[in-house]
């Protein structure tokens, strides 16, 4: 699984941008928070790259960039939560999950 940070406001809208031609999926992550810790390396160990080859993963370093966390909340309409996984399609969020709701088997659903 291949990652790409997301650390500037400006790269939303490039997310928005690439999910009018593939999901996109937010990962956004407390590197304070044994949950969130427990939910990206759950994500992790199930990811097939073969079978997600179709969605572009971003991951947010809450901690770092609550700004942009903040706008993610705004721009997509969702509450923000941490760990909490979107997927965006079309420029909208089009899925989110939150704590140990979120699964790699419901996320295959949306690619």
């Not at 940070?5 to 690439?18: F, P, R």
């Not at 390396?41 to 993963?57: F, I, T, V």
Request: glycine share 2%; with cysteine.
């Amino acid at each position: 699984m291949e990652w790409q940070q997301l650390n500037k406001l400006q790269e939303l809208d490039t997310i928005k941008s690439i999910s009018e031609k593939q999901p996109v999926l937010i990962f956004k992550h407390s590197t304070r928070c044994p949950v969130s810790s427990m939910a990206i390396n759950r994500l992790e160990r199930s990811w097939d790259d073969d079978k997600m080859q179709g969605l572009q993963s971003y991951y947010l370093d809450l901690i770092a960039n609550r700004d942009i966390s903040d706008e993610i909340a705004s721009v997509f309409n969702v509450p923000h939560e941490s760990p909490q996984v979107l997927v965006i399609k079309d420029g909208k969020c089009i899925y989110d999950q939150s704590h140990m709701g979120i699964t790699y088997q419901e996320l295959m659903q949306f690619v």
